[in-house]
């Protein structure tokens, strides 16, 4: 019948020196290696949790910030300082704006001054990009290479126990070189496991994080061209303002005097000369007789 006495024992009074001295040099320079591996992958697993943390304390704080600003364009970051991702695009951008700045007077110098800015954007992003995946493809490597390397010393202890036996081996013999060659896959399987899960979940965060940045770059090409038009209808109120008014190239109309209503305007008669009197003769006049 079957019992928990029958069941073989989980625990062992040999420690793990002794599953070590039966191990010989490759697989104990093997097991280095692997306990070495795990350090390093709790180490940058720790330290990339930390990074991603403090870049998005930084972003919101600075995005939050930027909010305040009157204009974007008006910004100037040093180079020597050490700047957030966000921090940085509006650093690039506002570069790229600089070549142009006071030349915009029509939508044709939007564009071009647009077409920079975007460029310098796209440069940032992709250059923020290989920072946000800084440790991940050493975490990748921890994830893929640990089983192999440990099935290397698995293998090659395997291998030597194997050919070391003669024709009146024992389970007793063969027992020792199969444990110690077995201690590699598990220190493979320990570095493998924890960076498995930690690679997936920072992972998620760096791509949710390029997302955020993705978003944030074109809500700050949208503010940048906003406020160039702004600039641009500024610049064409002014000079407006400041030309001369226009003269007029028609000559002026004459002065007609006013003449009363329903009667035609009276045109100018041509002068005359007057005649000279003539004379009557006074015979011819009837009844000149009677009167003298």
């Known amino acids: 019948m079957f019992s928990l006495a029958t ?5 062992s009074d040999r420690g793990a020196m002794w599953f070590y001295e039966q191990m010989d040099g490759p697989g104990r320079a093997i097991a280095a290696i692997l306990l070495v591996c795990s350090f390093i992958g709790w180490g940058a697993m ?18 939050r910030r930027l909010r305040d600003e009157s204009a974007v364009t008006a910004l100037n970051f040093p180079r020597s300082a050490a700047l957030s991702p966000y921090e940085f695009l509006v650093a690039e951008s506002t570069t790229a704006y600089q070549r142009h700045r006071g030349k915009m007077g029509s939508r044709q110098d939007i564009a071009l001054c647009m077409g920079h800015v975007e460029n310098a954007i796209q440069r940032g992003i992709s250059r923020t990009l290989v920072k946000y995946e800084e440790k991940m493809v050493l975490l990748s490597s921890l994830v893929s290479g640990g089983p192999f390397l440990g099935l290397l010393g698995t293998v090659w ?37 924890p960076a498995t899960f930690g690679y997936n979940y920072l992972l998620t965060q760096v791509k949710i994080m390029t997302t955020e940045l993705e978003n944030y770059a074109s ?5 940048i061209e906003l406020e160039l038009e702004a600039e641009v209808r500024r610049n064409l109120e002014a000079t407006r303002a400041s030309a001369p008014a226009p003269l007029s190239a028609q000559p002026p109309i004459p002065q007609v005097p006013h003449s009363p209503v329903g ?3 009276s045109s100018p008669s041509p002068q005359v000369p ?15 007789e009677d009167a003298r």
Request: proline content about 10%.
């Open 7 to 11: 069941l073989p024992l989980l625990a």
């Open 46 to 63: 720790i330290q990339k949790w930390s990074d991603i943390q403090e870049i998005r304390r930084r972003n919101h704080a600075f995005e």
């Open 157 to 193: 202890g395997v291998m030597i126990t194997f050919g070391a036996l003669t024709d009146k081996a024992t389970i007793s013999m063969l027992a020792p070189g199969v444990s110690g060659a077995l201690v590699t896959t598990t220190l493979g399987l320990i570095v493998a496991i």
């Open 219 to 223: 809500s700050l090409a949208d503010r």
């Open 263 to 265: 009667s035609a305007p």
């Open 274 to 288: 007057p005649s000279p009197p003539t004379s009557i003769p006074t015979d011819t006049i009837p009844g000149w």
